[in-house]
């Protein structure tokens, strides 16, 4: 299994940026996916999740700016990202659940991912 995230840069604070998370090898039906950050020091946190079904799940920064898709025929994941702030800044990291058993549920802890790509970096400047 690969997860591939794309789609980080540099932008200025109100700015927007999607990123994409392509999955291979991978057989998503049935399971989740999910965006986690992680900034210089700071624990990987919690972004943003979504079911197989369309379920999603927010952490409360983000709800309203935030939003997360899925094309499981292409099974790729997106992050839109809006009025990006500069705490929004970290390395963004793609996961995926490895087995069926969770029900339609948002994940929001890491110990649930089996799967995570290699990051892309968000940077917002102020």
């Known amino acids: 299994v690969q997860l591939q995230a794309s789609g980080g840069g540099l932008v200025q604070a109100g700015d927007s940026l999607r990123l994409t998370c392509a999955a291979s090898g991978w057989n998503g039906s049935g399971k989740a996916m999910g965006w986690f950050r992680q900034a210089p020091g700071k624990e990987r946190e919690f972004v943003a999740t979504i079911t197989s079904t369309g379920n999603t799940g927010y952490r409360d920064s983000v709800k309203g700016r935030f939003t997360i898709s899925r094309d499981n025929a292409k099974n790729t994941m997106y992050l839109q990202m809006n009025t990006l702030k500069p705490e929004d800044a970290a390395v963004y990291y793609c996961?995926?659940?490895?087995?069926?058993?969770?029900?339609?549920?948002?994940?929001?802890?890491?110990?649930?991912?089996?799967?995570w790509g290699q990051g892309t970096l968000v940077t917002v400047s102020s």
């Open positions: 996961a995926a659940v490895g087995r069926v058993g969770y029900g339609d549920r948002p994940l929001r802890a890491t110990t649930f991912y089996d799967y």
